[in-house]
């Protein structure tokens, strides 16, 4: 076995040299002689040099003097290892109350809704809802949504809409990325997370999300994410305007906004 093997060169190419050097030799039950030290630093870097620059494989093999099959095997391993899923830490997440706020925009919370179209394909939702009054803010349908979407579409929509004090959300990797969280940051936003595996700690929008399915996504059959936004934004007008809601006294949210603030619930 040659040095570059036991020196498990499998590691993300995004790292600097110095640290793939750290990350092999902080590995358990791994010795590599110290004789061998300054040759294992030449070939780590070597290896990610010519990886980086997408050199062929015939050259990466010539230089570093092994076979072209241990090269491949050493990228195979190598996307492997880009491609695994570290699971993140997550911070304490103190139980709140979920109370109902004492005006508009003072709390939305926000969830993702998933569901496939005829062809297979999966589509998400992002749903929004006042607290206050359970008025729908918005439903925003894309196969996918990354941080920078979510941002975005948020962007549009507090133009629209106002900007709330507070969003109530889970602990989905959109909601907990630092793109996120900075931009929430910088728009004076608090963001209050519920303790992972309690989603009724965001029982408003859940209750939302089973209205939602059983009146749409389980109730038609789509062909495309326009399709679903149109029949959405459809829904939203009807659940809004004319829907009596329970949670309201059977009031419409029209209705319920007209009472003076003593005989909000």
Known sequence: MDILEQADPFIPT???WVSVFW????RPNRYIPMAGKSRLMSQIKQFIRLHRED?????IARHLSISKNTVKSY???LSDLNCRKVRRRLPARVKQPLSIPERPLKTWSLDFMSDVLTNKRKFRTLNI???FNKQAIAIEVAHSMPANKVTYLLERIIKEQGKPSR???DNGPEFISREFRDWCAGKEIEIQYIQPGRPMQNGYIERFNRTFRESILDAYLFED???VQILAEEWIQD???RRPHESLGGKTLMEYDALPAACYQ
Do not use: V
């Open 167 to 169: 969003f109530r959300t």
């Open 225 to 227: 994410t326009q399709q």
């Open 14 to 16: 995004h790292f600097s």
């Open 55 to 59: 050199y062929p494989i015939k050259t």
């Open 129 to 131: 809802i006042d607290d």
């Open 239 to 241: 659940y809004n305007y």
């Open 23 to 26: 990350f092999i030799w902080a």
């Open 75 to 77: 990228l195979k391993k």
